[in-house]
């Protein structure tokens, strides 16, 4: 008897340790980012922090720049992606080879590809220098500067599609691999064209990894600050930059603790967005 | 007509290929782009127009940075941070792993399900309260503090990959070991082990780099101890350009050679992890 | 001495029951086989056996020696799996040393076993390699070469064959009995193939929805099954089964009367419906009319070579028939079945039960 009662609690037993990591390194903080927000500085509870991240001049920005990003970057991300994943699905030569360099960003920074596109866009950078030898400018132009907000938000947007492009390639190969051959095949013998396939059956069909994709990325992109100090210095800011600026440079864990309730809130609300949204109706699946 | 078919075959099969190195061309141009500049004299960075080769080839810019204040031991700390990382996150997240691969139990699902949705959590954000804590706690300004919240960032993640990982492992080939003699874990060591040993190594990899990448935790959790990103990224707005081209190239060239092993396992991460 | 003795053994998952208080009692060297539809619950009893499935109630004994709460390993059996199970990290020989050397072994000895055992099954020189530079058929047998070499007193196989390629399975078949009758274990053997069950068993343990239903040796199954559902299980085609009426002192099926026994008139008198049953090659076709015979349509012709299967309209019922290979009925044709009265078997529709 006693072997089998030692059985049945093994699974348990290796359960545990992560179980207790994740209570106190994660449903703690979770707590306690709620009532860090919520707390007044001689105790009690307040709304002021919000009202705080509310009125800063910055805060209106930030959001509308966070989400701004997200609208443009996810749709160029995923396009770039699909290509990439269809590339590595269409049986190439060296596709081993392909697979590995499309997969490099995954292991980047985005402090380290901020510092990359910084270097492109900079004025003496190589954009200049091939603009001007082209002919298309006679000097070097200014992209990073704080008056050109468009073309920060641009080259932050190029940044980020280089670096996270990555994740979403590989969870879409992922989706692919698992749609079995003989629906293309089938599709094929139906006569349809491969724009066909992309649409009416690699797409739906490619729905759950979709999901998953979108809700990791989105949920990444609401975290996203070293990418613009890096290229765009204090030219346009975000939710998490703020979130860091009020920690650390005025020292207020209260209302940097307020942006992060609030990008939780964000996270969890665009998650279950996409969870409904998305969904894949039970009808159809086999 | 059957010639013109067959050439346009080689025609499309021919702008596949070019489409497939257009865009590693895009991914590889700016890391070939920032590399000139950290290979580059640090006079040649000022340089316009900027040249497209190192001319000539020099370390000169590198080692500035790598000389500056502080750099050496933020690169040590970033090791340590991420040693302690990959060992923590492997040794608690594991045996999570492999007990939702290979036992059935009451709260396996519920469990797992815990554990997929702490992706729904932007989890870098939870270090604000954290480091609240950790000051209350006597931790703050620590690596090893550190360590324990990069953990906590990669330990979902190695639960589900480790799980998939050894799920992989036939669960028959741990029984065929058990009817041949062995216990439990004796089947765990001879058997499941050293076949899930190559997707374990690439598991712990990509916990290493994703410590070595992290920078918001690791900023707001240090302030004298700080990592590499850290350290950049709280000098950047008075560095000079040689010093963050060298320090942007230092940082990403890790991931030029983790790719290379993670790569064979890379669906083996994603894929069902995605489930 | 390793008889094997199950005691009402129960196994649910969930709410599914997979065996269903189960006894069974396999005798010394003996090769049982657990025949049924797949979902049956036989791997269930078959991995309960090994150890592998922790069983809610019941016991099992191996020997004289009660095992229900000892692991897989302190039973003294070897197991043959369905995906084989060859580990593919080590060599064919490392893979059948492999639980010689957990027996701590000295080398000589795991050496000349290993030896041995390759070499009944014919793989001597695959010795070196790695399993996955040996074909399916291969690995099958350093799987059973694995199992055997421990000379455990039980061997326990689930569906070994099942994923093998129709010619392959057939040789097989005939070596593993070949092979098992030197090598003097007591053998459990799980398949839902009727015709390797037949073949193989000294005694076939028929199961469904987790229950045995007979357990006889392979002639007594085929010849006198117990149930309606064994003899259309087994055998191929399945046993024809007819509805018969009670008319006056006779039974009738498809126009023709029957003398049954007194069981079956009992059956009847009280109200119950009756079956006559009857295989394929105890019925004889014939195109002219003869005395005691049904008269039907012959709706299908096949040749298979050795025989013509006729399937023939009698009445609101199709029985199957083999013809001889050189008859030659047509579809639509009309014709006369005799069947042989000592191969009619009797069954209660109410029960599926055979009536003796």
Known sequence: ?286 | MKSSNTFLRYVSRGLVYLLAILMALWVLLPIYLIGVAAFSEQLAVYKYPRPFFPSPFSTETMVFFLKSTGVAASVRSSVVVALITLSLSTLIGAPAGYAIARFVFRGRETFRLLVVSTRAFPIVILSIPLAVSFIEWGMYDSVYSLALMHTALALPFTILITSSVFASVPRDLEEAAMTLGCSQLQAFVRVSLPLALPGLAAATLFTFVLSWNEVFAAVILTVRNRTLPALVLTVLDVSPLPYRFAGGFFMLAPSLIFMLFIRKYLFNLWGKVTK | MAEIRLDNIRKTFGKIVATRDVSLTVHDTEFMVLLGPSGCGKTTLLRGIAGLEQIDSGRVFIGDKDVTDLPSRKRRIAMVFQSYAVFPHLTVYENIAFGLRMQRLPDSEVKKRVHSSAELLQITDLLDRFPAKVSGGQRQRVAVARAIAVQAEVLLMDEPLSNLDALLRLEMRAELKRLLKDVKSTVVYVTHDQVEALSLGDRIAVMKDGEILQCDTPLQVYDNPASEFIGGFIGNPPMNFLEVQLSDNAVMAGGASFTPPPAVRAALGNGARVALGIRAENIVAESVRTDGALSGAVLVVEPLGSHNLLTVQVGGERVKVNAHADSRFEPGQRIWLKFAPEKIRWMNRDTGRAIS
């Open chain 1, 1 to 286: 008897m006693s072997t089998r009662r030692l059985q049945a609690l093994t699974p348990y037993a290796l359960l545990l340790p992560s179980v207790i990591f994740l209570l106190v390194f994660f449903a703690y903080p979770m707590v306690e980012a709620f009532t860090l927000a919520f707390r007044a500085e001689g105790g009690g509870w307040t709304l002021d922090n919000f009202q705080t991240m509310i009125r800063d001049v910055a805060f209106a920005p930030a959001f509308r720049t966070t989400l701004l990003l997200i609208l443009i970057i996810i749709p160029v991300q995923f396009a770039l992606a699909l290509t990439m994943a269809l590339l590595i699905q269409a049986k190439l030569k060296f596709s081993g080879l392909f697979l590995y360099i499309y997969a490099i960003p995954l292991g980047i920074s985005e402090l380290a590809a901020g510092i990359v596109w910084f270097a492109i866009f900079t004025e003496r950078g190589y954009l200049n220098t091939v603009l001007t030898a082209l002919g298309i400018l006679d000097k070097p132009f200014i992209f990073l500067s704080y008056q050109n907000t468009g073309w920060l938000l641009f080259a932050v947007v190029l940044a980020e599609a280089w670096r996270a492009t990555s994740i979403v390639m590989v969870i879409l190969v992922a989706g692919l691999q698992s749609i079995p051959n003989e629906f293309l095949e089938a599709a094929d013998v139906f006569g349809a064209t491969l724009w066909d396939k992309v649409w009416r059956v690699i797409l739906p069909l490619l729905r759950p990894s979709l999901q998953v994709a979108l809700i990791l990325r989105t949920i990444l992109a609401f975290q996203v600050f070293a990418v613009a100090l890096a290229v765009a210095g204090r030219g346009i800011t975000l939710l998490a930059a703020e979130a860091y600026r009020w920690y650390n440079t005025y020292r207020d864990p209260n209302v940097a603790a307020a942006f992060a309730a609030l990008i939780m809130v964000l996270s969890i609300v665009s998650t279950i967005l996409y969870l409904w949204g998305l969904r894949t109706p039970e009808e159809q699946t086999l």
